[in-house]
């Protein structure tokens, strides 16, 4: 990849529209604490793909995830698939982003 082309990706997504910042205020919005917030709270707000957790029902069920398998979530984002995973399954999950900003404001939302 050339160094034009991976400053125009991660320049993308650091102004995405599924940011930290968005996150936390739709969720403020709809009622949840701030200084509580479950992975249900954010459920709504933090995935970019399409399905939503019926999406990834069906492809932990068809792979077999369980408590005790390491789950790599490849361009994992806001990590809102890694905590649906974590808190249906119980599984461990790494998330791998290439934008830092992504990384910084997926691990606060999963603390």
Same mark, same amino acid.
């Given at each position: 990849?050339?160094?034009?082309? @991976?400053?125009?990706?991660?320049? /993308? #997504?650091?102004?995405?529209? $599924?940011? %930290?910042? *968005? $996150?936390?205020?739709?969720?403020? =919005?709809? !009622?949840?604490?701030?200084?509580?917030?479950?992975?249900?709270?954010?459920? @709504? /707000?933090?995935?970019?793909? #399409?399905? !939503?957790?019926?999406?990834? %029902?069906?492809? =932990?069920?068809?792979?077999? $995830? *369980?408590?005790?398998?390491?789950?790599?979530?490849? +361009?994992? !984002?806001?990590?809102?698939? =890694?905590?649906?995973? =974590?808190?249906?399954?119980? +599984?461990?999950?790494?998330?791998?982003?290439?934008?830092?900003?992504?990384? *910084?404001?997926? @691990?606060?939302?999963?603390?």
């Amino acid at each position: 990849m050339s160094a034009p082309l @991976a400053t125009d990706l991660v320049s /993308f #997504y650091d102004t995405h529209p $599924i940011n %930290e910042r *968005e $996150i936390l205020a739709k969720a403020e =919005a709809a !009622g949840a604490s701030l200084e509580n917030l479950t992975q249900a709270d954010l459920a @709504a /707000f933090d995935r970019d793909h #399409y399905g !939503g957790a019926d999406a990834l %029902e069906q492809l =932990a069920d068809a792979v077999g $995830i *369980e408590s005790q398998h390491h789950v790599l979530d490849v +361009c994992s !984002g806001m990590g809102g698939p =890694a905590r649906w995973l =974590a808190s249906t399954r119980g +599984c461990h999950v790494t998330g791998l982003d290439l934008t830092l900003s992504r990384v *910084e404001g997926a @691990a606060r939302l999963a603390q």
